[in-house]
């Protein structure tokens, strides 16, 4: 006995649907099963206590059979020493063996206060910085006082100075607000102080290295259904950094 044409052609169509069948069924018990468990996560200090936490216990009332563990350092920690599951990182990322997820675009801005540039001409071009008093974060790897502007297509190095440095972002920001010197800090960081008028850009027709903010994670297939929720829900609600969350946390 053999198949007619049209049984063959009914056979790969029976193929199809069986497959489809049975991917929806494991897709299902993924959704129903494995919506729990345990997420650690690491995550920067500043930005881990303004908005991860929140987005977590949002996540928690949502998903109230999974787990979280936030762990917030000042520097990134090694995602799989570490038995993390997730991490979120700024700007560019290192060619580490993990896979990552753009979760949202960010600029940096240079900025100082309004009291500042009353005592000093504001700086008209990158290489004015060096007659004023920068305030530098000093993190992780990178070369300290170092600043790089783009403008058109061309690059701007200036290497900047001052008398105040720390490798913490909130005693930068608050130095930067108490009129100690010029910046550079994330949007989500100075948004609204920019708004409110406690600090001004500078330079702000020149553009620095972006602050793209990114979940990076060990799992190259088979991530968690857990995990991708986790990340699908930070990815929708980094839509309203910074612009919604003033005052709520």
Known sequence: MSLTANGKIYLEYAHQVTTTIEEMSYALRQK??????????????????????????????????????????????????????????????????????????????LCASPDYLATKDEPLSPQDLVHHNCIVLRQNDETYGNWHFTKEEQIYHVRVGGNLSSNDGESVLSWTLKGHGIAIRAEWDVYHHIKQGALKKVLGEYQLPNADIYAVYPYKQNIPIRLRMFIDFLAEKMKIVPFELNGTI
Do not use: M, W
């Open 32 to 109: 129903t099963d494995e919506a729990e468990g345990l997420i650690r996560i690491n995550a920067p200090f500043g930005f881990g206590r303004k908005y991860v936490s929140r987005f977590v216990s949002d996540f928690i009332e949502e998903y109230p059979k999974i787990e979280c563990q936030l762990h917030l350092s000042d520097h990134p920690l090694n995602l799989i020493t570490n038995a993390f599951d997730i991490g979120i990182r700024f700007g560019s990322l290192p060619d580490s063996g993990l896979h990552a997820r753009k979760i949202a675009s960010h600029r940096r801005f």
